[in-house]
């Protein structure tokens, strides 16, 4: 190929009418079915918030917060991107307006303008450039897709739209602009309505931007009339405008744009070959594994913010996928944690085959989710904690097992007498939040004998982490002497990665978090295994 067709080409995909429509899940399909050509392709999100990373968010605010190998705490679309990809991303794939501002006034501090009066545009709009078109350096990567946080008609959105129109001059055909829209469906009249979309397709045009392609969500099919008249009134070709109808799963998105050409119609804007069919019969495999699972388990997932499901994303995800490789569906019941008291707790568990303490931080919901542990241990029902989870169970154990009574965590209750959890010693002194956590990927030492070591065949392994505390070695032999052991320890520090009690069928604590690294392609090993136990369990109830 010649220097031109074979440099990177970059896809914009930004939202009108509403948020929430979907465009992480449409860039990482669109990626996905590139990916199945042969094409290399990265993801990556330009957040609008004034944040410099989703880091202190709430998870009302944000959801979860995901973390990627470098330690860069992130968008949740990032999540999507690699389950989808099998690729990991890094802190290049996340960048916020915090971020952008700050680098532009770092530089301005440091003299590089020369004392020019630093503006919206060049400075912040040369920023957002140079950060779309890192990824794109050296020609790593076929196409770079550029997901564009928010609304179209937002005033916080507007640098990254100009930031756009102004890469369409410079980059020619190796910018495609995909336009995420909705195409809402008004019961009382049965029919659809293209008005929102011409709205925001107008918009659009009003900030110098002419989408290429249009995906329109949509709960009811879209006929050829409805596509020739959005295709007339937004300068588009009728095939350039992609049905993305509501489905029952989010993994069920790439065979629909497959369906609708979208991949297609990207390649034929950036004048490359579709090179062949795209390869997705694993993918297939999977969906067709999903649909028809051959068995159900209950599991039931303990967290202070359940009520809002992406606030667990990834712990959901990573159950689908677990549960698909089990041939099994998940039914999740989420348990909210100041909820469970000692009366309650028999009916919230009943028929729950698998239990998961959820992370998070702060003492909202502690005692619920330590109550929810001993109900795990005591009954033999299958216990996964998961950081804070993790956290929790060393408690439980260190009060009702070693008569620690004022065991805690000095998060919760600094002046405790037992400090079973504790921050490093290292991080007392520093007072910004970021400073203190233990991010991105640290290595882990199994040891043999052990579940954990036969959940991953192998004595070394690597996860992802986000915490602040840890377990306080003080305590260690005594936790062992009497049932609760260490199966995982961080080979530079020392620290304890993993608790497990070997005469239970499957109680696993772990500080790092393993939905992090659990994809379709490679369902995480510990969830696999867990949902396996909840399969035992169950069948071990009804036998």
């Not at 990991?88 to 530089?107: E, L």
């Not at 756009?164 to 995420?180: A, D, F, P, S, T």
């Amino acid at each position: 190929m010649s220097t031109v067709e074979s440099a990177t080409r970059y896809i914009f995909v930004t939202g009108g009418v509403t948020s929430s429509l979907g465009k992480g899940i449409i860039s990482a399909s669109l990626a996905k079915l590139l990916q199945a050509r042969g094409y290399t392709a990265t993801i990556q999100k330009l957040d609008p918030y004034i944040n410099i990373d989703p880091g202190t968010l709430n998870p009302y605010e944000h959801g979860e917060c995901y973390v990627t190998e470098d330690g860069a705490e992130t968008d949740l679309d990032l999540g999507h991107y690699e389950r989808f990809l099998n690729v990991p991303t890094s802190q290049a794939n996340n960048v916020t307006t915090g971020r952008i501002y700050q680098s532009v006034i770092d530089k301005e501090r440091r003299g590089d303008y020369l004392g020019e009066t630093v503006q919206v545009i060049p400075h912040i709009t040369d920023e957002i450039k140079h950060c779309i078109k890192l990824l794109g350096e050296d020609n790593k990567y076929d196409f770079v897709i550029t997901e564009i946080g928010g609304t179209v008609g937002d005033i916080e959105s507007l640098p990254y739209v100009e930031a756009i129109r102004q890469l369409r001059w410079e980059l020619g055909n190796r910018c495609i602009v995909v336009h995420l829209t909705l195409v809402p469906y008004l019961a009382a009249a049965k029919e659809l309505k293209t008005k929102p979309t011409q709205h925001s397709v107008k918009t659009m045009q009003e900030y110098g931007v002419q989408p290429d392609i249009l995906v329109c969500r949509t709960e009811k099919p879209l006929n050829e009339s409805i596509k020739n008249k959005i295709a007339l009134f937004c300068n588009v070709s009728p095939a350039a405008v992609i049905e993305s109808i509501d489905t029952d799963s989010i993994y069920r998105v790439p065979l629909l744009m497959r369906e609708e050409k979208l991949d297609l119609q990207v390649l034929k804007k950036a004048q490359m070959s579709p090179n062949c069919t795209p390869e997705l019969q694993t993918w297939e495999e999977f969906i067709n594994r999903l649909q028809n699972p051959e068995k159900n388990v209950k599991i039931a997932l303990v967290g202070k913010y359940v009520e809002l499901m992406d606030a667990y994303k990834s712990i959901i995800e990573s159950l689908i996928h677990a549960g698909t490789s089990n041939k099994c569906k998940v039914d999740l019941k989420m348990i909210h944690s100041e909820h469970i008291e000692s009366g309650n707790i028999q009916n919230l568990f009943a028929g729950i085959s698998g239990i998961i303490v959820a992370p998070g931080f702060g003492e909202r919901g502690i005692e619920g989710k330590i109550s929810a542990i001993t109900y795990a241990r005591t009954k033999k029902i299958p216990f996964l904690g998961i950081c804070l989870g993790m956290q929790c169970a060393t408690i439980e154990f260190a009060r009702n097992v070693l008569s620690l009574n004022k065991a805690h965590s000095t998060e919760m209750l600094p002046g405790t007498p037992h400090p079973i959890i504790d921050i490093m010693e290292q991080q007392k002194k520093i007072t910004l939040k970021g400073g203190t956590m233990r991010l991105g990927a640290y290595a882990c030492n199994l040891k043999e004998g052990t579940k954990a070591f036969d959940i991953y065949g192998k004595l070394n392994i690597s996860e992802r982490h986000r915490h602040r505390y840890e377990f306080n070695n003080k305590y260690l032999e005594l936790f062992e002497t009497n049932g609760m052991i260490a199966s995982g320890i961080n080979p530079d520090t020392n620290l304890v990665e993993i608790m497990e009690i070997p005469d239970h069928p499957w109680f696993i604590g772990v500080q790092f978090h393993p939905e992090y690294k659990s994809t379709v392609a490679n369902p995480h090993p510990l969830f696999v295994n867990f949902v396996k136990a909840a399969i035992e369990f169950n069948n071990g109830k009804t036998n």
